[in-house]
């Protein structure tokens, strides 16, 4: 269900309390802000209205990834590091551990209800953290990074811009809920390369299938695959869909598999699990991350989508 507009009033005073996070101001009274993923980096760039560095770029598997020298000099010269949490930078999380006794290291998708989060076998203890996939848990994130930046001073520059990236997002939301209603109730079925799309799945009513779990760290056996396969074959699914931080060749085993078994399955199309699209293009912002696998998704399994997107923006192919 979609979150109601953050009160004004609740989060300014959120800003001037500062929840989250100490001063963080430098010297020349901008911040030296590094985060680890690209969804992070767009919001926290369009709120603060300048340079944010982001370590993990497009294409860059965040479950596997592990910090560089390069980063680690980034990392001890910033004023904030601003990380997701929820065990997504597994190989980072000791490092980033590590820093927060040291300087302002926020683990902006900490914040979120735990009764909001998707638990998982595979982590005991521990939850789903693909949190992105759902616009309306996104929002909580985008406050967090918010007020991680006012860093206890009320800033109307950046609770206006907050206010305006989080009313994009909800508007993500809205128009996800009416293309994916369009597709018809048995292709509600939505096979990926990993489960990174149980958010997306509960918000909007889709099975989901991820041949690995929800790390890409965990292993795809044949027997996964012979059941995903069998799946598409007796429930003539007719799309499956790759995605740009993971191989494609488990993808491809499946279409090979179901071939072989006298059942066409189509690639429906890369989409963007872990990483958005390549620096500088729609699909490489938040926004043009989630209108990207939205329309895709819609289109592949038999809806109705606007010929590029949300926005108009979308490449012609996406």
Known sequence: MPLPPLDRRRFLAAL?????APQVLSADGLPRVVVTTGMIGDA????????VTALMGPGLDPHSYRQTRSDIAKLVGADLVLYHGLFLEAQMEGFLL???RKKPVVAVAETLPRERLIGHVEY???????VWM?????????DAIAVALAGGSPDDGIAARAADYRAGVLALDAYAREVLATVPDHARVLVTAHDAFSYFGRAYGFEVQGIQG?????EAGLSRIGDLVSMLVERDIGAVFVESSVSDRTIRALVEGAAARGHDVRIGGELYSDAMGQDGTYEGTYPGMIDHNVTLIARALGGTVPPRGMAGKLRAEA
């Open 16 to 20: 001037a309390a500062g929840a989250l």
């Open 44 to 51: 926290a760039r369009v709120i603060l209205g300048g340079g």
């Open 98 to 100: 590590d820093l927060q």
């Open 124 to 130: 005991a203890g521990r939850f789903d953290p693909h």
């Open 134 to 142: 759902d616009p309306t848990l996104w929002v909580t994130v985008v």
């Open 214 to 218: 929800i790390s890409t760290e965990s």
